[in-house]
């Protein structure tokens, strides 16, 4: 087993020489793509030896030509196993920040400039569990690749493998594509600490509102229930999705969600303390600030913000390439 990661490693490291990074858009040329029987395709090259000897020893004309029939349908599927990657076209790769825990996607979307259509196309990131899609004939596709999430931190992706067995199974093309992405893994929400009741707001200037007054927060997608009253129809008069206005009330505590106020927790229990704080305020409409060590987020709400606190509780203590696998 070491062996083979050994050599897998090797020619990992040769096909990054030879090609280079890549920046998407980008095209698969054949130089780039790589072609090997599978094992189907070694059982099968190793029957028609058998039959080529068989045909041979006893002068069987039938024997001889089932032989070479089958051969050339060997070829021909290589040549359609090759020509089903070739000059696909890489668009684009992404992932967007997820928890800790919880099942990570990468998507990855291909495209086909050619008049026939790509099948069993496979992408793969760590060489682990795949992600298959179909090309259409002058389209796109996307391909939704599993990723490792069980550490917070910033999983870095520094290539991707695409290969194709079709159309029998008796042989693989495969290429490397090399990108620097990073993906953020935000800290497990968990935790069983009651939420600080804490007002946010420095000694006595607690936020006065008047009776009924709201603040407006943000937009968010419509949902069934909703009063049409809170749609914003003017944003969806100029060709936007139907989204709903949320308010807040002005004279709401303002939460702070202080990192060093959880002493009894060690540092990463600390983490998903904060990240079950921050996701169960954003979830009220509440406005909530992060103190981390050197850095504070005052209290703010939105996606936005939800974003920025959970980015930093990801990446503390964290050095700037790190891999969270």
């Known amino acids: 087993m070491k062996i083979r990661q050994f050599l897998r490693a090797r020619i990992a490291n040769w096909a990054r020489r030879r090609q280079g990074p890549d920046a998407p858009p980008f095209t698969l040329h054949s130089r780039r793509i790589y072609i090997l029987p599978t094992r189907l395709g070694l059982a099968f090259g190793a029957m028609l030896a058998i039959m080529l000897i068989a045909g041979l020893n006893y002068a069987n004309s039938a024997a001889l030509f089932l032989t070479f029939l089958l051969g050339g349908f060997a070829l021909v599927s290589m040549h359609q196993c090759h020509r089903n990657l070739l000059r696909v076209s890489f668009v684009s790769a992404s992932a967007p920040p997820m928890f800790a825990g919880t099942p990570g996607i990468f998507y990855v979307t291909l495209g086909n400039d050619a008049r026939f259509a790509r099948y069993g196309i496979e992408v793969a990131a760590f060489d682990g569990k795949t992600g298959g899609l179909d090309i259409p004939m002058s389209g796109q596709a996307q391909a939704n690749v599993p990723l490792p999430t069980s550490k917070r931190g910033v999983?870095?992706?520094?290539?991707?493998?695409?290969?194709?067995?079709?159309?029998?199974?008796?042989?693989?093309?495969?290429?490397?594509?090399?990108?620097?992405?990073?993906?953020?893994?935000?800290?497990?929400?968990?935790?069983?600490?009651?939420?600080?009741?804490?007002?946010?707001?420095?000694?006595?200037?607690?936020?006065?509102?008047?009776?009924?007054?709201?603040?407006?927060?943000?937009?968010?997608?419509?949902?069934?229930?909703?009063?049409?009253?809170?749609?914003?129809?003017?944003?969806?008069?100029?060709?936007s999705p139907l989204l709903v206005k949320e308010y807040s009330a002005l004279g709401a505590d303002l939460r702070l969600f202080d990192f060093a106020q959880l002493r009894h927790l060690d540092v990463e229990a600390r983490l998903e303390q904060l990240a079950r704080w921050i996701v169960d305020a954003e979830s009220r409409g509440e406005r909530y600030g992060l103190a981390m060590p050197g850095h504070v987020f005052e209290p703010d709400s939105g996606l936005r913000h939800r974003h920025r606190c959970l980015e930093a509780l990801a990446r503390h203590g964290l050095p700037r390439a790190t891999d969270a696998r």
């Open 155 to 239: 999983l870095r992706i520094d290539r991707l493998h695409i290969s194709t067995s079709y159309p029998y199974n008796l042989f693989r093309a495969w290429t490397w594509v090399h990108l620097p992405i990073e993906v953020l893994v935000y800290p497990r929400p968990h935790g069983s600490t009651p939420m600080p009741l804490e007002s946010g707001h420095k000694a006595g200037t607690r936020t006065m509102a008047l009776a009924g007054a709201d603040e407006w927060l943000s937009l968010r997608p419509f949902r069934d229930g909703d009063s049409p009253r809170q749609v914003a129809w003017k944003a969806y008069a100029r060709g």
